[in-house]
Every structure is written in C-alpha cells, then in structure tokens.
C-alpha cells in the first residue's frame, strides 16, 4: 500500500452524517456485557436478526435503542439477485427503523439469493446492464422507505463477467441510484490484496460527498495473495493505516467495529473502539456536513 499524503477528494461535497463518532456492531452474545455511552457513540444491528424479536432480548434491545444512536446493517436484500425484491421485508425494515428510531439503514452491493437463500454474499457482474439493474431495484428501496440507504463495498473472491473495474462500478451504482456509500475500509484491503490493486488509490477514487458512515473489521490470512473477510479478528496494523487515510481524504467519518465471532472480552473491543477515536482526533475535520441525508420527495 503506498504512502502518499493524501488529499481531499474534489467530488468531497458536504453531506450530513447519520451518526458521529466511533461505534460498535452488536451482538446478542454481549447481552450481559455493559456498553457505557462514554465509551461508544452508536451501535449497529443486522435487522433481520431483531425484527419482530420479543421477550427479554426484544426488551434487551429497546433498552440499548433508547440509550445510543442506531444504524442498521442488513443481510439479506440480496439488491444484485435475479429473484423479485423481498418488499415484506422493507416494509418490515421501515416498520422496525421507526419503532427504533434508526439513523440509517445499510445494505450489501451483492447478492444472495437465487429462488432461495444462499448464505453467502455474492459479486455482482461488474458490468453497465447490472449497474442499471441494480440502480433500479435501491431506488425502488428508497422510494418504499422514503429516505436513502447506503450500499457498503463488499468483498469478492472471482469477478465473473467484468465490462468494468470495480471501482468504476461502484461509482456508477451510486451515482445512478443517487443512493449513499457505506464504506468499508477493511474490504478495499482485503479486496486490494486480493485483487492486486493499490487500496490508497482506490479509496482516493470513492465519491467521499456520498459516504454515510465507516466499516473496520479483522479477517483471516488464508495465504499471503488471498485474505478472507470474516469479522472474526483483530483489525491490522495496514488496515488502521487505510481508516487514517480514509479520514485524510474525508474527514473523520463515522466508523464502527465490526467483530461477528471469536468475540473476546468487552474492554478489548472498547480498546479498538478507542483507537478509531483516536485516530479521528488526529485528523483535522472537514467543513461541517451540511446537506440533509434523506431524499427530497
């Protein structure tokens, strides 16, 4: 990964944050942990895990929604499948952000599901047919929730079919949909490895006035040119290098951890917590955000 100073985007037009500050995804294994407001800024949840949930974890995630601000990341929109858009489950979404009150729902710019579920997050044809396919099937999102989501940059093994790079595809995407981003700073590493491109270079490339919030997480080295996104590690030294750079170019976004499995102990997590803010202090912020998130109508 070069090293290069880098320099505000040109496109970096002002936007307004759904959240601030450093944040952590939640997980139920942390019912017993306490979560103080001093240590975390907001949390986020995968909404298919917690929609219509009642009993003492439905009552265990009122309690967290009326102590911190909420992002929700979804899991299965599945915005790239040939399969019909699920509309039950974002009316479901749209019902559970305003019981929450939720600041922002994000989804995977993937699919996974092809008549039935498949587990797994797949790449989407980088191609001009899937940009407009796909442009068309957020905006109809959009359009049922009545506000934008943001579309995280996902992680990709093969790139069957590609017309583009995947950073022009991105671009393309969100620009068609006039959706929002959520960048994932973990995956333009893991994918830059993967893939052999310069991860600085792509990040330089996003359209930083798009950006909702921020994504850091571990992965698993399964060879020195394959790196596996798995939420199941501490996040690297490279990576945290990247969330500076990130914040060079952008401002301080709004950044939260990501951990899914081999959770250690809370304090450990807070420590990474932390160190997102300090990172975030040692960047001089950007003029303040302006523009309004939800969509005109």
């Not at 068309?136 to 093994?157: H, P």
Request: aromatic share 8%; glycine share 8%; with cysteine.
């Amino acid at each position: 990964m070069k090293t290069a100073e880098s320099k505000p985007h040109a496109n970096s037009a002002p936007m307004a944050y759904p959240v601030q500050g450093a944040g952590l995804g939640l997980r139920r294994a942390m019912m017993r942990e306490e979560i103080a407001p001093a240590a975390v800024d907001f949390l986020e949840v995968a909404p298919e895990n917690w929609i219509g949930v009642g009993g003492r974890f439905g009552r265990w995630l009122r309690e967290q929604t009326e102590r911190f601000p909420f992002v929700i990341h979804g899991l299965s929109l599945s915005i790239g499948s040939p399969s019909p858009l699920d509309m039950d489950l974002v009316r479901s979404i749209k019902a559970f952000m305003r019981e929450h009150g939720i600041r922002c729902y994000s989804e995977h710019l993937s699919y996974c599901s092809d008549h039935g579920h498949l587990y797994d997050l797949l790449p989407i044809p980088f191609t001009e047919e899937a940009v407009r396919y796909v442009a068309e099937r957020i905006q109809r999102v959009q359009d049922a929730l009545g506000q934008r989501i943001a579309m995280e940059n996902v992680s990709y093994y093969a790139a069957p079919g590609c017309e583009m790079s995947e950073l022009e595809f991105i671009n393309a995407v969100l620009n068609e949909a006039d959706c929002a981003l959520l960048l994932d700073v973990n995956n333009i590493y893991v994918n830059g490895i993967n893939h052999g491109y310069d991860p600085l270079e792509f990040l330089r490339g996003l359209p930083g006035h798009r950006i909702a919030y921020a994504h850091v997480a571990g992965h698993y080295d399964e060879a020195e040119d394959l790196k596996v996104d798995t939420h199941g590690a501490p996040v690297i030294d490279p990576v945290w290098q990247l969330l500076g750079e990130a914040y060079k170019c952008y401002g301080p976004i709004p950044t939260l951890l990501e951990r899914d499995f081999n959770l250690p102990p809370m304090p450990e997590l807070l420590e990474e917590v932390g160190r997102i803010r300090d990172i975030q202090k040692h960047v001089k912020q950007l003029a303040p955000r302006e523009v309004s998130y939800a969509r005109d109508r």
